[in-house]
């Protein structure tokens, strides 16, 4: 997030798209739903489905599934046509204006709507709104990412806060909201193929030598590791021989899930460590306990880059470790001693070699966390980003395309499915399906259905019905709800039995490698 969490609560416009806010972040939509009950603030929500926050909405714009690039182009053009831009923003704070307008020029409410399905009329309106904005704030989550086109999307939305100027102060910016509670934090901590801490390259080979000092090595690789999404095909055809899951269950949470399945089975060697016996460790060769995040101590790095204590109430049970203890175990028999008193230990060799955490340190952050950036013990960190320049200097437009998404519907397949998550159960299940009041909630799957859809298909609520792609096939019961779309169906990602991802397809973003969760072709029939 380039502002905060409270920051939110502060614009005047705030626009969300792509994101179930009162079901996945319900303490962040308090923020929203104060912001426009209480002080007036106008929402603009930009989603498929009637979500919760559509009742708080100024303004609802329902576009067909995977057409984001579109709707936001489309914006851009309204925008400049009615001369809202921030056009001194734009001049001292940005490049690439000219390829962007060219490219956007196309984009008129009327070629919008061919492809969106948002009535013009209501894409004017909305873009009006939010470029008229004293600030205006974007937040985001997975249902713009998990696309064949999620970076683009994200490039899109960051093209629309830059040519409003709503970017570098209180009320405004770009704001992904993460889906788990140290998502930010395990990348930040060099959890992604091509980065160290803080997102130093592995390529880069000053940023090694840098490391190679101060881990009292040589030769550190400076080759681009393997995303996620790129192991599992790899261990399918054998190229892969080994794999080493912590904290996740992709046999529950990937796409084309029969296809994970077989993949991990190709594995000479899968180990798992987690807290659970998940679905994915009952596949291991060896399963290590660790310990949750109540029986430890450290830090997590929220979404809005605030580094906070994580302080152990109970001890964990059993034989289960810290996470970093097991790592730390397994190097040293590996051969490289790696030896830390405490999480505290841990953190002190952070800052040394992160910059953006080099000034933050157990004692600063006792009482409260601070935000990232904080390169000196001096600085009182930084809670909203680009106040004076961007990272690169000046911010970039990027002229970007729409593309349709991987999979269409058709004579076979004429229904969409889309996936996402319920405010009861949280990701795979792992500690969420352990609560007998949780699981009274939300018990199992099932198809979202709008009530045209079921009448079309002679279907009552509770009826079963088998959902098939062109990848698998599950059962499931049907909920016909007022806030689904007609032509698509949303089914909860948690589940293992009626699992969605046996469906969903494994397309992948070209940059990022994410599969394109929330889009792809169904059919659906009565259940014998």
């Not at 249902?143 to 570098?168: E, R, Y």
């Not at 099932?446 to 298909?457: I, V």
């Amino acid at each position: 997030m380039t502002n905060t969490i409270a920051d939110i609560e502060t614009a005047d416009v705030i626009l969300i798209t792509g994101s179930n806010t009162t079901e996945n972040h319900p303490v962040l939509s308090a923020f929203v739903k104060r912001a426009a009950k209480f002080r007036g603030a106008k929402l603009i929500v930009v989603d498929p489905r009637r979500i919760k926050l559509t009742e708080f909405a100024t303004h609802w714009l329902r576009p067909n599934l995977g057409t984001d690039v579109a709707w936001i182009n489309g914006m851009l053009h309204v925008i400049l046509k009615e001369k809202m831009q921030n056009a001194e923003f734009i001049k001292n704070r940005t490049e690439g204006f000219d390829a962007l307008q060219k490219v956007v020029e196309k984009y008129t409410p009327e070629f919008v709507e061919g492809i969106t399905g948002i009535p013009a009329e209501s894409l004017v309106a909305a873009a009006k709104l939010f470029a008229g904005a004293r600030t205006g704030s974007i937040l985001y989550c997975m249902g713009i990412t998990q696309h064949i086109s999620g970076t683009d999307n994200v490039k899109s939305l960051a093209n629309l806060a830059m040519l409003t100027g709503h970017l570098g102060k209180a009320g405004t910016g770009v704001n992904p909201l993460r889906g788990q509670n140290n998502v930010q934090g395990a990348c930040d901590m060099g959890g992604l193929p091509n980065v160290y801490t803080a997102y130093q390259p592995v390529a880069d080979l000053a940023i090694a030598k840098k490391m190679e000092d101060a881990w009292g090595v040589t030769g550190l690789s400076t080759k681009i590791g393997l995303k996620a999404t790129e192991m599992i095909p790899k261990a399918h055809s054998g190229e892969l021989k080994a794999l080493y899951i912590i904290g996740e269950n992709p046999l529950v949470s990937d796409a084309d899930l029969g296809h994970v399945q077989k993949s991990l089975k190709h594995l000479d060697f899968l180990v798992v460590q987690d807290i659970f016996l998940t679905e994915t460790a009952q596949m291991a060769d060896v399963v290590l306990p660790s310990a949750c995040f109540a029986e430890k101590e450290g830090t997590f790095s929220n979404t809005e880059r605030r580094v906070q204590r994580v302080r152990r109430a109970v001890s964990p049970p059993g034989q289960s470790k810290d996470d970093w203890w097991i790592t730390a175990e397994i190097a040293t028999h590996m051969g490289y001693p790696m030896k830390y008193e405490s999480s505290q230990a841990i953190f002190e060799e952070i800052a040394k070699v992160t910059p953006s955490y080099g000034g933050i340190t157990y004692a600063r952050i006792e009482g409260v966390g601070l935000h990232w950036p904080c390169p000196t013990q001096e600085h009182p960190g930084t809670p909203i980003l680009h106040g004076q320049q961007f990272t690169r200097g000046k911010g970039l437009f990027h002229a970007i395309e729409w593309i349709p998404p991987a999979e269409q519907v058709d004579d076979e397949y004429p229904l969409f499915l889309t996936t996402g998550r319920l405010l009861y159960q949280y990701h795979t299940g792992t500690m969420t399906m352990k609560s007998a009041d949780l699981n009274e909630r939300a018990p199992e799957s099932f198809a979202e259905l709008s009530s045209t859809d079921a009448r079309k298909y002679g279907l009552r609520d509770g009826d079963q019905i088998t959902v098939a792609s062109r990848r698998g096939a599950i059962k499931v019961k049907v909920k016909i709800l007022p806030k689904a779309v007609d032509g698509t169906l949303f089914i909860p990602f948690h589940f293992a039995q009626g699992a969605a991802n046996v469906l969903t397809n494994a397309a992948l973003d070209p940059i990022s490698g994410i599969p394109e969760f929330k889009v792809c072709a169904v059919k659906i029939n009565k259940a014998a």
